[in-house]
């Protein structure tokens, strides 16, 4: 079955970076989208950030400039890195991939 790993999250003080990793098992991963959503306390999902098989890139508003996704076909995984970053962007982050979740990572901005 396939499995998502994620890992990378963590405590950051405002103005920090952060890489959030996404190990997919299970599926071939260079066919598949990869997609970073995340959920905050209170409110409800929403998408972060898609990368196709091939390569291009979709970013919600918020976060354009500041986070860059990206994908390893040789290592099966996907990335987040996360820059610039606020209080805003604390959340718990999923990675998404046909249909199945990750166990998500905290994010916390806080100084």
């Known amino acids: 079955q396939v499995q998502l790993v994620e890992s990378g999250g963590g405590l950051v003080q405002p103005g920090g970076s952060l890489r959030l990793s996404c190990a997919v098992s299970?599926?071939?991963?260079?066919?598949?989208?990869v997609g970073w959503h995340r959920q905050a306390p209170g409110k409800q999902r929403e998408l972060v950030a898609t990368i196709s098989s091939g390569g291009s890139t979709q970013y919600l508003d918020s976060v354009k400039g500041r986070f860059t996704i990206s994908r390893d076909n040789a290592k099966n995984t996907g990335y987040l890195q996360m820059n610039s970053l606020n209080a805003e962007d604390t959340a718990v982050y999923y990675c998404?991939?046909?249909?199945?979740w990750g166990q998500g990572t905290q994010v916390t901005v806080s100084s």
């Open positions: 998404y991939v046909m249909g199945n």
């Open positions: 299970g599926i071939t991963f260079s066919l598949v989208a």
